[in-house]
């Protein structure tokens, strides 16, 4: 039976590097990126499998028109879905938010945020034919914590976490899992960026920035094995979660499924004054 995998922002970085683990563990799959020139340019090294299919589809996600029309033809070419692998991102404008543009800021809360919303919602419905799908979007630095300079970026990862949260309680009875993926600092395009804003992204963005271009970063292949992971049967009752690819050791979750499904672990939640024995905060 064909399992389809999408993933969008597919053609370079950790979408393709996604796009390439999923087609080796036998996933077909529909493979969003903006010029279908730089998607030929990832599946040519693929290796053949007559089994499988990959369909690639081009879509500005900086436009809600071409979203709506992505979300048509995947209807269109597709029976159902397993996964939505929700990868696409920008980083958006850098340095103190009273010096950027809204209009940048706007634009990257549309890539971000606003995008995976509408894709999870038009391909829901194909995600349910599939029986126990899985929606993983990836999150990034400033999800969990403020981030100073990246204020577009931080603003909107933090609200694709609560909106997995939201809808993952809605779709539990449905059969389809929603998880957040925080796959770390990795040796990508963004990273560059950072170091061609011209200090606008501080001191401390940029010196993490050198070293990890120095020093390769984060593993791709970790957070893959962890996507892959969170799209198996194996993390049938984990939903509603924000996962590091990196810290947590989420490959011996399945021992204790029953504890983690019924905990508010690996969720964003207010901290208060008890939580940090400041017993005179609370009533």
């Known amino acids: 039976m064909t399992k389809f995998a999408l993933i969008t922002g597919a053609s370079k970085g950790l979408g393709a590097h996604l796009v390439r683990r999923f087609w080796l563990s036998g996933y077909s799959l529909v493979v969003v990126a903006r010029k279908i020139r ?41 029976p159902d879905l397993k996964v939505l692998v929700n990868n696409a991102a920008i980083q958006g404008p850098i340095g103190p938010f009273t010096d950027i543009s809204l209009q940048d800021w706007y634009q990257t809360l549309q890539v971000n945020l606003f995008a995976p919303v509408a894709l999870s919602q ?19 630095g400033g999800a969990a914590s403020p981030r100073a300079n990246f204020s577009a970026y931080a603003t909107a990862k933090a609200g694709l976490v609560r909106f997995s949260e939201t809808i993952a309680e809605e779709l539990r ?10 796959p770390g600092a990795m040796k990508t395009g963004m990273l560059e960026e950072v170091l061609r804003s011209g200090g606008a992204a501080g001191i401390h963005e940029t010196s993490m920035a050198i070293k990890v271009l120095d020093g390769g970063g984060a593993s791709m292949d ?57 017993h005179w905060g609370d009533k």
């Open 222 to 278: 970790r957070v893959a094995d962890l996507a892959l992971f969170l799209a198996s049967d194996s993390s049938k009752r984990i939903t509603g979660k924000l996962i590091s690819a990196i810290w947590d050791n989420w490959e011996q979750w399945h021992q204790d499924l029953e504890y983690l499904s019924q905990s508010d672990v690996y969720t964003l939640r207010r901290i208060i004054g008890r939580d940090r024995d400041f």
């Open 173 to 182: 009875d449905q059969d389809i899992r929603v998880n957040c993926i925080a």
């Open 122 to 140: 038009g391909l829901i419905p194909l995600l349910k034919k599939s029986g126990g799908a899985s929606i993983i979007n990836l999150s990034g």
């Open 38 to 78: 730089d998607i030929q340019l990832i599946l040519k090294d693929l290796p053949n499998r007559s089994s499988q299919k990959v369909i690639p589809l081009t879509c500005n996600l900086c436009e809600s028109s071409e979203i709506t029309s992505l979300i048509k033809d995947i209807q269109r070419v597709i």
